[in-house]
């Protein structure tokens, strides 16, 4: 259970002294019918592809995770050791349920999963991740995705 | 996360954020978020639960269906959110070795024929084999250190070979068999291989060590819970 007062020391001040960027208003779009939604995976686990630079402590940049790379072609960048990565090691679904959304969009529950999924670096301060994630965000759009599930670790 | 959230909502997409930390959720107002009662690390739950995975997720979706506006939190239940220790669970395999170069030759081994079986590994981020991982910091403070291949700083090398020291040892261990709990896999690694003994000592050298960017990487390498354990005995 992750109640805050649940998470060891000292990994439990950390978290509860975050500087966390404070929003006035909460944005809200309302979301297409299930049929029509297009689907896409974000990860706050710096995930990157075999091969790829990792993503670095304050990064702020992205990785895009093609929905049908080999598991064992993403890998785990996060720098970060207070976190499980047992689960991750032995299903990707874990951390980013690809195969689970996949299923989903074959039983019709969802209109379809996107083609390229995503990731982040969770460490880095949420406010400089504003840019790239507006770039993302347009990017999204013109693939005609309209749907993002966000997962941190 | 949930900045990202609202970022991104804020675009124009319709988002749902699987929520790990729920005073976080609270506090920054998401426009969708579920929160999950499961370890840091598994926002989906269990590895190879299936059925719970598609109920996170199903779950995470259904928040798209509740009408506006937002901040929507709801709390996801699962019986089976926290998954105990395995008690016949051990390492099934003889690691036994002189010092932890032969382990790693051992435990190399036995991750080829396991991770092959697989079919697939998530070691390899540093480039290096988990035995020629397990070299380049047992000889990093050396006079004469393994040579650290180019592309890299030797530091960062360093970083990344630990981390799949640690992928190779955990993963070999999850695959040999049984059902272990994380704690399991990890008490396993940190308490009884000659890998996480050394890693451990790597840790205080680094922590300890007039070279900034390895006292950097010094908060990297192990779970500040059991860094901390460690430097208390």
């Known amino acids: 259970m992750v109640l805050l007062n649940e998470v060891p020391e000292p990994e439990r001040t950390v978290i509860a002294g975050l500087d966390l960027p404070r929003f006035e208003k909460t944005p809200f779009t309302p979301a297409a019918v299930p049929a029509r939604r297009r689907v896409a995976l974000l990860s706050s686990a710096g995930l990157i592809l075999r091969g790829e630079r ?12 093609p929905a049908d790379t080999a598991e064992g072609d993403i890998l785990c960048s996060h720098v970060s050791t207070n976190f499980d ?30 083609d390229t999924h995503y990731a982040f670096m969770g460490a880095t301060d949420p406010a400089a991740l504003a840019d790239k994630a507006h770039e993302l965000g347009g990017k999204l759009l013109a693939l005609g995705v309209n749907t993002v599930v966000l997962a941190p670790v | 996360m949930s900045a990202l ?18 005073e976080h959720a609270l506090a920054m107002r998401p426009p969708r978020a579920l929160w999950v009662p499961f370890e840091l690390g598994r926002p989906f739950g269990a590895p190879g639960n299936a059925a719970q995975q598609a109920r996170v997720l199903r779950a995470a979706l259904a928040l798209l269906d509740r009408p506006g506006p937002g901040p929507l939190l709801e709390d996801f239940a699962d019986a089976d959110a926290s998954p105990a220790d395995d008690p016949d669970w ?4 003889a690691l036994d070795a002189d010092d932890v170069i032969a382990e790693a030759r051992v435990l190399e081994e036995l991750w080829r024929v396991a991770s092959g079986q697989r079919g697939f590994t998530t070691v390899g981020i540093s480039g290096f084999s988990p035995r020629a991982a397990v070299e380049f910091i047992a000889r990093y ?7 650290n291949p180019a592309g890299m700083a030797r530091v ?15 993963e070999t261990a999850a695959l040999l068999g049984g059902h272990p709990s994380s704690r399991q896999l990890l008490d396993w690694f940190w308490e009884t291989t000659r890998a996480g003994a050394l890693l451990r000592d790597f840790n205080e050298r680094a922590y300890r060590s007039e070279d900034r960017n390895l006292r950097l990487i010094s908060g990297s390498l192990v779970p500040a819970e059991r860094s901390i354990r460690f430097r208390g005995r």
Request: no cysteine; charged share 30%; net charge negative.
């Open chain 1, 54 to 65: 990792p993503l670095l402590a304050r990064d702020a940049g992205y990785r895009e995770l």
């Open chain 1, 85 to 114: 990565r047992t689960g991750f090691q032995q299903d990707l679904n874990v951390v980013l349920p690809r195969d689970r959304l996949r299923e989903l969009a074959e039983a019709g529950d969802i209109g379809a999963a996107a």
């Open chain 2, 5 to 22: 959230a609202h970022y991104l909502e804020g675009d124009g997409l319709a988002t749902t954020l699987v929520a790990l930390v729920r």
């Open chain 2, 90 to 93: 051990r390492f099934a395999a």
């Open chain 2, 141 to 147: 403070f050396d006079d004469e250190p393994m040579p």
């Open chain 2, 156 to 170: 960062s090398r360093a970083r990344y070979a630990i981390d799949d020291i640690k992928a190779a040892y955990l």
